[in-house]
């Protein structure tokens, strides 16, 4: 757990938020894993992978929320039941290409299917397609697609320069009120 907060930090969690925000729009109700029925609808989700990692079929460990399309400015996936998988702990982290670029779900899940049948890691696919169509995740087109990449750079932009913009209205304040020949 980070014990303080960057600009940077504060302008992720608020692009986090916006993608929360939109990806609840979308479902119709808040989206929180933790109760009510964004719980229920997690615990189904785990249910329908059997208690088991979608990428690697393991069920040791507890299972992490993994976004399928990432829940960052990367890919700017939505918090949305039709974009989240239960996975384990080394499955969580998204493999990148060569040039560390993160790469997509699909790759990702490729990547931890080496060396089985081809048919094992094809199945694994279908089900986690399968999971999208049950749950609705919205279709995007890719003018919502740059309007979501749009607002969301502007957001990430402005709540970095507002902690920024705090720093030097303090400083100024400071000098201002603070008598430092007491
Ligand atoms: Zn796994």
């Known amino acids: 757990m980070a014990v303080y907060n960057t600009p940077f ?10 993608l929360t925000s939109v990806g609840e ?3 119709g109700r808040k ?26 079929e393991t069920t040791d460990g507890p ?6 399309v990432m829940f960052n400015r990367t890919e700017y996936g939505l918090h949305h039941p039709g974009n989240i998988v239960p996975v384990c702990k080394a499955c969580n982290k998204r493999c990148k290409d060569d040039t560390k670029c ?10 931890v299917c080496t060396g089985l049948p081809p ?18 995740y919205p279709n995007l087109s890719p003018q919502e ?15 970095k320069t507002e902690v920024v913009k705090s720093l030097a209205l303090y400083e ?11």
Request: one cysteine or more.
């Open 63 to 68: 299972m992490q929320i993994e976004h399928l």
């Open 102 to 111: 993160f790469v997509g779900w699909r790759d990702h899940l490729a990547r």
């Open 9 to 18: 930090d504060a302008a992720n969690t608020a692009v986090r938020s916006f």
């Open 145 to 159: 697609r740059h309007a979501i990449r749009v607002i969301a750079e502007s957001l990430y932009e402005n709540v």
């Open 25 to 27: 729009h979308y479902w």
């Open 172 to 182: 100024k304040l400071d000098e201002a009120f603070v008598d430092r020949t007491a």
């Open 31 to 56: 989206f929180t894993t933790a109760s009510g029925a964004g719980q229920t609808a997690w615990k189904e989700i785990c249910a329908d992978f059997g208690g088991a990692c979608a990428y690697c």
């Open 119 to 136: 048919s094992v890691a094809a199945a694994r696919q279908a089900r986690i397609e399968q999971h999208i169509v049950k749950f609705s």
